[in-house]
C-alpha cells in the first residue's frame, strides 16, 4: 500500500514552516552562545573529590575575588566547567584555590584562546559553510543536467538547498534556546556536526531525486504519481539508514560523557530532520513547481 505523500504536501510545508519560523524567532530573541573557540577566553574544568557545591554557591565564591564575565556549567555529578575571559595565570591560580577552601577538588583541564585566533576560527567556519553550500549546489544541478522536464536540472539543486537550510537552521535555533536558558554554547565539535548534517541531508535528497529520474525514463505517468512512486519506492531504505545512524547517536548522547553530548544532539536533529525532509520536503516542492507552471 502506497503513501500519498504528495497529497499531503501542503500540511508537510506548514509544519516545516513552523518549525523554520520558530527556530528564526529563537535566533533573533536569543541569538547563539558562541565558544570560546569562536570568541576567545578561558576554560577551566573542575571535578571534586566528594559532594559538589551549588552552582550559585561557587558563582558567589568567584564574584568575592573579582572575577566578572563568567559562567559556571554542571559537568556529570562532581565537575563543573567555568568559562570565563581572558584570565592571567595568578588569577587561574587564585580561582583554584579559593574553590579548594569549600571542598577538594582537581583541575583536569585548562585552556585559552586568544581574541584573535577565535576571530580567525569563526571566519573560515563562514567561508566554509558558504563553500559548502555553492558546491552542494553545482554538484545536484550537474548530476541532474540531462532531467529538462517538468522541471530543470537547476531546480532539483535548489530544492536540495531549501531542504538543507530547513535541517539545518532548525537545530541552530535549538541551540538559540539551549544557549538562553542552558548556557550551551557553539563549539567547534556542533559546528563539524552541523556540516556533517549538510552531507546526510544531500545524500538522503539525492537517493530520492536519482529515483524520480529513472522512473521518469520507464514509466509513462504525471509527474506528481512518479514523484509519489519514487517515494514510496526509497522509503523504507531511507528510514532504516537513518534508523540504525540514529541508534548509535543516541547511545553517544547517554553514554558518552559531557564533551561529546551536544555533538551528537546536533547530529541526532539533523538526521532526523534530514530524513523528513527528503520525503516530505525537497520532492513535494517540485511538484508544487510544477502545478504552478
Known amino acids: 500500500m502506497e503513501i500519498n505523500f504528495i497529497k499531503h504536501r ?25 565558544g570560546i573557540d569562536f570568541v576567545g577566553g578561558s576554560i577551566i574544568e573542575i571535578e571534586y573529590d566528594n559532594n559538589r557545591p551549588a552552582v550559585q554557591e561557587i558563582k558567589s565564591t568567584l564574584e568575592n575575588i573579582g572575577l566578572e564575565d563568567f559562567s559556571v556549567q554542571e559537568m556529570g555529578q562532581k565537575g563543573i566547567l567555568l568559562r570565563t575571559k581572558e584570565i592571567s595565570e595568578d588569577t587561574h591560580q587564585k580561582i583554584l584555590n579559593v574553590l579548594k577552601k569549600s571542598a577538594p577538588l582537581k583541575e583536569t ?39 529538462s522536464y517538468p522541471v530543470s536540472s537547476w531546480q532539483y539543486g535548489l530544492a536540495t538547498i531549501i531542504a538543507l537550510f530547513h535541517d539545518v537552521l532548525i537545530p541552530v535555533g535549538i541551540f538559540a534556546v539551549l544557549g538562553k536558558f542552558y548556557a550551551v554554547e557553539i563549539s ?5 556536526a552541523l556540516l556533517t548534517v549538510f552531507g546526510y541531508s544531500v545524500n538522503d535528497t539525492v537517493v530520492v531525486f536519482d529515483r524520480i529520474r529513472e522512473n521518469l525514463l520507464k514509466r ?25 545512524t540514529l541508534f548509535v547517536l543516541f547511545a553517544i548522547f547517554f553514554f558518552g560523557g559531557y564533551t561529546l553530548r551536544y555533538f551528537s544532539l546536533a547530529l541526532i536533529l539533523g538526521i532526523s530532520l534530514g530524513t523528513y525532509s527528503s520525503i516530505c520536503l525537497a520532492s513535494p516542492i517540485l511538484v508544487s513547481w510544477t502545478k504552478r507552471s
Open 10 to 34: 501542503k500540511i508537510f510545508f506548514f509544519i516545516s514552516g513552523v518549525m523554520v519560523l520558530g527556530s528564526i524567532v529563537a535566533l533573533l530573541l536569543f541569538g547563539l552562545r558562541w
Open 220 to 244: 509513462n505517468l504525471p509527474f506528481d504519481e512518479i514523484v509519489n512512486k519514487s517515494l514510496n519506492e526509497t522509503l523504507s531504505r531511507s528510514i532504516s539508514t537513518s534508523l540504525t
Open 109 to 147: 583541564r585548562f585552556e585559552f584562546i586568544g581574541p584573535v585566533v577565535g576571530k580567525e576560527i569563526r571566519d573560515k567556519t563562514k567561508i566554509v559553510i558558504l563553500l559548502a553550500i555553492t558546491s552542494i549546489l553545482l554538484y545536484v544541478t550537474f548530476a541532474f543536467r540531462k532531467v
Open 188 to 192: 567547534v565539535p556542533i559546528i563539524t
